[in-house]
């Protein structure tokens, strides 16, 4: 899985992992400042942003691996092994 995030730093994103749901959560902030001889401008923004994406399976939260590069988050998320199947034995 990919995420574009421009502008947010490493530090700002969260990323959770409960069964088959993932959840991309974070923070972005920018202060921007111009003087000139005649005047002084500055401005700062911020904002927060929360996204969850149902997978079609359950996913090893243990195994995930997270990257972050270029303002793009890599996520690898492994397939959780399903618990194998047991014959049952009948008695009597």
Not at 35 to 46: C, H, I, L, P, V
Not at 70 to 80: A, H, N, Q, S
């Amino acid at each position: 899985m990919t995420a574009e995030l421009p502008g947010v730093q490493k530090d700002g994103i969260s990323i959770t992992v409960e069964g088959d749901v993932v959840t991309l959560s974070g923070k972005k902030e920018s202060t921007k400042e111009e003087k000139g001889a005649n005047y002084y401008f500055s401005e700062s923004r911020q904002g927060s942003f929360s996204r969850s994406f149902r997978l079609p399976v359950k996913v090893d939260e243990k195994a995930v691996d997270a990257r972050f590069k270029d303002g793009v988050l890599t996520l690898e998320l492994p397939v959780k092994e399903t618990e194998k199947t047991r014959k049952i034995e009948i008695k009597g």
